[in-house]
């Protein structure tokens, strides 16, 4: 899959080069990681995915269980879904047939989970109500990625495994690595966790970031030139390979930002894999600044051709808020923070693109869920009505009438026969 003598000293693992690349693709991705060694014991996280674990154990055992079958027999990364939707992708770490551990990413969604979706999951593994509310909290801070994003994101993660950071010991002979991988052994350090000293600041990180995702040009390359453009004008040949691994977090962390404001992922892709290919051919600082430029301003400049307001968007995102916040009070001012919009302006849109007023669908939505649970579930009609959001039933049996025309009970009977 990869060679692995840059990330081994004496036979084990350099945990600080490993820590370093995990620490970095955390941050970019926006994703739990974690190392477990040849025993499958987790020894390193970064994140609190894996809190998971200790709260449902049977996702746990299905991991392992699924590691240990598999691990011996691939090359390649590993994708795991369990019976809890959650899925786990599993990096190995061989090097010369031996088995060192595994690096594993998650947990993450394919899609994010509806509340049918969870209530379903619920009665499957009979999971009582009273943890209904944190499990919901839970898997509300899971990230769902796409079949693209993932991709992206195991591409990505595979390159700074195979190209480590400049400045970390190897024995990997210089004159066999091209671009990146170039004079990593000449650039040995003897203290390996200064290699990933702050690159980005994280609060100006998230200010610059959002600047972008906003396509406000003038901003962001006035933060360029503050803030980034500095940190690569070393003159040395150990500051350019470094300068050079620091563009390629750059350009992660500005492609995964503009995926999420709705720019085509298709076309994302294909800008990080065009400037991959720039900053590991670049050969002086002029040239690669230049690349840095130009990835900024085709980042930022990609979000201004969208539609001012991509509608679309917009009622995906209030969809997907009301569907993780079912059981809870549903603000519109809340939701249209969420989306960053006016609570003016996202309530005329709302009503103007679904023809129904924002609260209506709320109801419409509770109600939708209240008779799934129901038809399939023994609770009670009051435990109902307080899971998908109403605070007492009587109002709850009178939103159901109005949506369906016969009360909560009669809907029951009826499903029954």
């Not at 027999?73 to 369990?82: C, Q």
């Amino acid at each position: 899959m990869y060679a692995l003598s840059h990330l081994l000293s004496k036979n084990k693992l350099d945990l600080d080069i490993l820590y370093e690349i995990m620490k970095s693709a955390h941050y970019s991705f926006g994703i739990s990681i974690s190392l477990f060694n040849d025993k499958n014991i987790k020894i390193k996280g970064y994140g609190h995915g894996h809190d998971l674990f200790s709260h449902y154990p049977e996702v746990y055992k299905e991991y392992m269980a699924h590691i240990s079958q598999n691990i011996h027999h691939s090359n390649t990364p590993i994708l795991f879904e369990s019976s809890f939707r959650v899925r786990y992708l599993t990096f190995p770490l061989f090097h010369n047939e031996k088995y060192y551990g595994f690096i594993s990413l998650g947990p993450f969604l394919e899609n994010t989970l509806t509340e049918h979706q969870l209530n379903q999951i619920i009665q499957t593994k009979d999971l009582q109500l009273s943890e209904r509310n944190n499990f919901k909290l839970l898997f509300s801070r899971i990230p769902a990625l796409s079949k693209i994003r993932l991709f992206h994101i195991e591409k990505a993660l595979t390159a700074l495994i195979e190209c480590p950071p400049p400045n970390l010991s190897s024995s990997v002979d210089s004159s066999e690595d091209k671009g990146l991988e170039l004079s990593i052994t000449n650039t040995m350090s003897k203290d390996s966790s200064q290699v990933f000293s702050t690159f980005l600041n994280y609060d100006f990180e998230l200010l610059f970031l959002d600047k972008v995702a906003t396509g406000d040009v003038e901003q962001v390359f006035a933060l360029y030139y503050e803030h980034i453009h500095p940190l690569f004008s070393g003159h040395s040949s150990d500051d350019f390979v470094n300068a050079q691994f620091n563009a390629v977090i750059l350009n992660t962390l500005l492609s995964r930002k503009i995926i999420h404001s709705e720019v085509d992922a298709d076309y994302v892709i294909r800008l990080f894999y065009q400037f991959i290919s720039a900053i590991k051919e670049a050969s002086t600082q002029d040239e690669l600044s230049m690349i840095l430029e130009d990835m900024i301003s085709k980042y930022t400049n990609s979000v201004l051709h969208i539609d001012s307001i991509n509608h679309v968007g917009v009622i995906k995102k209030a969809s997907k808020y009301v569907h993780n916040h079912l059981s809870e009070p549903i603000r519109l001012k809340e939701v249209a923070d969420y989306i960053g919009l006016s609570p003016n302006y996202f309530s005329s849109l709302f009503k103007k693109e679904m023809n129904l007023a924002f609260a209506d669908y709320v109801n419409h939505i509770r109600i939708k869920e209240s008779q799934y649970l129901l038809k399939t579930t023994e609770q009670s009609i009051l435990d109902i009505a307080l899971s998908v959001g109403f605070n007492n039933q009587n109002y709850f049996t009178t939103i159901f009438k109005k949506v369906t025309g016969i009360t909560p009970k009669q809907y029951r009977i009826k499903s029954i026969r």
